[in-house]
């Protein structure tokens, strides 16, 4: 079964990956974006991932941290759902940025060239909160999956979910908050955070059913969460529908009139009956993360185009490939002593056995949730206070999306530290060693910046035979963030720091043809060199196309 699975996963992944490959090489100009957020498919793909790698690890750490434990097969399902889907949703921002050599410089962090992150970006807190989470989450599955044969790790997992509750709620809510601060009428309102946590609820669940299904397993309670949340869903629906005239049948179908077929109990006791349920909650949820990303094409299936359709292949590929491997490799630890077939059953003594004293869990967080409000007030205060050159001052709500995440990060190590030290052996002390110090050397080198020179053969990929015209490269090479008028994309590169430089005859004047062609073949601050990728004839040509750019504006 498994052995199909990943056959499936690595046909999907290989039938994408030149969809992948062709949106790395064009940037942006590569799929279809929407007319007023620029968004399209990449970022569509990233918040339906980072819904389901979300409820991954809610469905295991909320009904942990409650004391009502699901099994431990379920559990590590769902957790290992959440790392897989990490995986894919990271991919798509990356993609989404068209540098994607420079993701480091959203770091809120400043390096030695002068570099600081824009705070009040939401893109900088995206990644630093799923970076968190990520980490977080890690830990998580970690204790847990090694808990059956060290006991001492026992102890951690229950104070672990306390930590991961919140932040999961956190962590969605400011995904959520990108949508709310932007100029986007229909992503203004208060119930964004609590729709989107809603949202990536249910479409979890529907993930969590397909893969327990595939472990010929059933937890009942998890269909019945999913069934309330479709009413949830539908309700919002059709609010948003009175409120703003926004509706998409598809998704209204799929996502709430579908799921009720649940309430027959031929439907629900059968095994492709849950199926179809399930998947037709991730289609429907799918549609509406790319009608709620490009709130201005609802013709879905004019919008999409080929290399669209094959981001998607190459995301669900990707997952598929990466769980089921990982599934089969992990198969013992993940199993326990649980049945290997059959419906999950939770008996209520052993719920009360499995128990942790609140006191106890709390009593186990105090020293590393102090040393996390610690070490969060110390960073609040550099950040505010320090001269980083961004285009406005910050200030504390500025800062106030990072505080939760570094906190439950610090209270994370410091909780997991000692027992996961005394567990190790000799070798594995000296590899966490060895690879304390390659961090150490790579913080280092963020930290100084580095060249802007690019290194002897990193860019020794050749020009598309297609590209021949200079307003071609223009559109593929420079239109993502200098826009295609000169003017530069607003609604791209606003989510950037530094902005690109507006092109003006008196500042391409100022420049001199030289040095622009220089700036183009070896790049400067924050711009990659193009050597290798362009010929020093064609980045004249681009100078030219700057200064017909430039007089058209005047």
Request: aromatic residues 12%; glycine residues 8%.
């Amino acid at each position: 079964m498994y052995r199909i699975l990943v056959y499936i996963g690595a046909i999907l992944l290989l039938l994408g990956a030149s969809a992948f490959g062709l949106s790395l090489w064009d940037g942006p100009s590569a799929w279809h974006t929407d007319a007023r957020t620029f968004w399209g498919v990449p970022i569509s793909l990233f918040v339906l991932w980072i819904g389901l790698a979300h409820a991954g690890t809610l469905i295991s750490a909320i009904f942990l941290a409650l004391g009502y434990p699901l099994g431990r097969r379920t559990s590590m399902i769902a957790e290992l759902s959440t790392l897989c889907s990490l995986v894919v949703a990271v991919l798509f921002p990356l993609v989404h940025l068209g540098i994607i050599e420079n993701f480091y410089m959203v770091v809120p962090f400043l390096d030695a060239r002068g570099n600081f992150a824009n705070l009040r970006s939401p893109l900088v807190w995206d990644f630093c909160c799923i970076a968190v989470y990520g980490m977080v989450s890690f830990l998580f599955f970690v204790n847990h999956l090694f808990s059956e044969k060290k006991p001492a790790l026992k102890k951690l997992i229950r104070p672990m979910a306390w930590l991961l509750f919140p932040l999961v709620l956190w962590v969605h809510t400011i995904v959520s908050l990108d949508f709310a601060v932007t100029f986007v009428p229909e992503w203004r309102g208060a119930f964004f955070p609590l729709y989107f946590i809603a949202g990536a609820i249910y479409s979890g669940l529907a993930l969590v059913v397909i893969l327990l299904t595939a472990e010929h397993c059933r937890v009942r309670v998890l269909e019945r969460l999913m069934l309330s949340l479709s009413w949830f869903m539908a309700a919002f629906w059709l609010w948003e529908f009175l409120l703003k005239g926004a509706f998409s049948f598809e998704v209204f179908f799929l996502g709430a009139v579908v799921p009720q077929i649940m309430w027959l109990r031929v439907i629900r006791e059968n095994t492709f009956g849950r199926l179809l349920v399930a998947f037709s909650i991730l289609i429907s949820l799918g549609l509406e993360r790319y009608i709620l990303v490009t709130p201005s094409e609802y013709d879905v299936a004019n919008a999409f185009g080929w290399l669209d359709l094959g981001l998607v292949a190459f995301s669900i590929g990707l997952f598929v490939l990466l769980f089921f491997v990982l599934r089969a490799k992990l198969g013992a630890l993940l199993e326990g002593d649980d049945v290997v077939m059959g419906e999950i059953v939770l008996q209520e003594d052993e719920s009360a056995k499995m128990d942790m004293p609140k006191s106890i869990v709390f009593s186990a967080l105090r020293l590393p949730l102090l040393l996390g409000v610690l070490v969060t007030l110390v960073y609040v205060t550099w950040a505010v206070s320090c001269d980083n050159g961004v285009l406005f001052p910050l200030s504390v709500v500025n800062v106030v999306p990072l505080c939760l995440p570094l906190l439950v990060l610090v209270a994370s190590v410091v909780l997991c530290a000692r027992p996961l030290w005394n567990i190790l052996g000799n070798r594995s002390k000296i590899v966490c060693v060895v690879l304390a110090g390659i961090l150490g050397i790579n913080a280092g080198t963020f930290w100084a910046g580095g060249s802007s020179d690019a290194p002897a053969g990193a860019v020794s990929v050749q020009e598309l035979a297609s590209v021949k015209s200079t307003e071609s490269i223009w559109t593929s090479r420079c239109a993502s963030c200098h826009g295609n008028d000169g003017k530069f994309n607003e609604k791209f590169v606003r989510e950037f720091y530094p902005l690109p430089q507006k092109l003006s005859l008196e500042r391409l004047d100022s420049l001199g043809s030289d040095s622009l062609v220089h700036v183009i073949l070896d790049g400067r601050v924050n711009m990659n060199p193009y050597r290798g990728r362009v010929t020093e004839d064609e980045a004249r040509g681009l100078v030219h196309y700057m200064r017909k750019l430039a007089g058209e504006e005047q």
